[in-house]
């Protein structure tokens, strides 16, 4: 608090040289002069004062024998001094200063945090129809009502606390530990093929296998049966479980043009900027679609400080850069290079399961003018899923 009534009222840093500075430093405290930052330097000794009364006291200094020299002034008023001829840039800082201590009042920014990865967009919105928001009233946000209702909404958080700070809201989150289980179904059911293979390998935890290694099975062939026949021909049905892992084919197909267009950047730019403050967007332009046919934008968001200080504020720049679509002709080998990285990135990206062998096969259609590949995999996934069992006649259901 010293420090901020000090920049207000202007302050002097003076390096004093000489002997006796200690003594009359002393003498001067004794007659209420203040003096802060007393530190020493490589000639003598060097503090700070007041702007109210510096002359008077330089001049008791150089009185007593004590060389005085002014290292630097600093604070509000030798601001506004150097402003006077920027009327401008003055009236700007005016306003700023409305605005820092106009709305000390009002929440400036809302943080949230949370030690695992969360949507901050969504919470923030979440938070604004709750009442907290950049720009809402300190005194008009019930937090406990506030967090409650959160915790409503959001049954992905277990936990929230909302607090309050000066102008800044910090909301600390924590997600819910669900303990993971798994659902077991008391529906007596088969495990039947989901598509057509070649068994790898079946493992039963409940049921009886229906299939071996090697078999081949089409969609729809048994697999793990559910009903079980007891010693004395009694039928006993079971939910089956377990899994079949089976040799599958995956196909794909990608055409790769010989004649194709790529975006080159003519250095053109058009920037929009949209300044909000206290929640509150005042745009400068009237249209935000850019002029350019083709074009990328880019977002920046920045908060705004004055003399260090952060306000309420946010500037949003969009950015367009123009761009030109030019025809561009590539060589058969170098699209050949690309329909295989395309083959190779939908394998590791699409595929369920561990691609056994691929091949692939690549010509140039003259009607398409382009390179086709046809590629197809090997794959050892697994294609068992249960369906119920119908129960009828002489069954017995057991669990």
């Not at 924590?174 to 989901?194: F, G, L, M, W």
Request: contains cysteine; proline residues 4%; negative net charge.
């Amino acid at each position: 608090m010293y420090r901020i009534i000090r920049w207000f009222t202007g302050a002097i840093a003076i390096e004093l040289e000489g002997e006796g500075i200690l003594d009359a430093i002393k003498s001067l405290s004794e007659e209420g002069y203040g003096f802060g930052n007393f530190v020493p330097t490589e000639n003598g000794y060097g503090t700070v004062c007041s702007v109210f009364g510096a002359d008077k006291l330089i001049s008791k200094l150089e009185g007593q024998g004590i060389a005085v020299r002014v290292t630097k002034k600093r604070g509000l008023p030798f601001l506004a001094i150097g402003f006077l001829h920027r009327p401008g840039l003055l009236a700007g800082l005016i306003c700023a200063l409305l605005i820092i201590f106009g709305s000390t009042r009002l929440i400036w920014d809302v943080r949230p945090q949370c030690d695992e990865p969360f949507d901050s967009e969504a919470v923030t919105s979440q938070l604004r129809g709750l009442g907290v928001y950049t720009g809402a009233k300190l005194y008009g946000i019930d937090v406990y009502e506030a967090e409650q209702r959160f915790l409503i909404e959001n049954s992905e958080y277990s936990d929230i606390a909302i607090n309050i700070q000066g102008t800044v809201a910090t909301v600390k989150l924590r997600k819910r530990t669900n303990v993971p289980h798994k659902e077991q179904s008391d529906t007596p059911c088969n495990i039947v093929a989901s598509e057509a293979g070649v068994i790898q390998k079946i493992t039963a935890t409940k049921g009886e296998p229906a299939v071996m290694k090697g078999n081949t099975v089409a969609k729809g062939d048994l697999l793990i049966s559910g009903e079980v026949t007891g010693k004395h021909g009694a039928v006993y049905l079971y939910p089956a479980e377990g899994s079949v892992t089976a040799m599958v084919y995956r196909e794909y197909t990608v055409i790769i043009p010989l004649e194709t267009t790529e975006k080159h950047y003519t250095g053109n730019v058009e920037t929009k900027t949209v300044y909000s403050v206290l929640g509150k967007d005042f745009p400068l332009f009237k249209n935000e679609e850019t002029s350019f046919e083709y074009a990328d934008a880019e977002a920046n968001t920045e908060k705004l400080h004055v003399l260090g200080q952060k306000l309420p504020a946010l500037k949003e720049t969009l950015t367009y850069k123009e761009y030109e679509l030019r025809p561009v002709t590539i060589t058969e080998e170098e699209a050949k290079g690309k329909a295989i990285a395309a083959f190779d990135a939908y394998l590791e990206r699409e595929i369920d399961g561990e691609v056994l062998k691929k091949s692939s096969r690549c010509y140039y259609d003259e009607e398409l003018k382009a390179i086709v590949l046809s590629g197809i995999a090997e794959v050892a996934t697994d294609i068992g899923v249960a369906v119920p069992i119908k129960v009828g006649g002489n069954f017995k259901k057991t669990y």
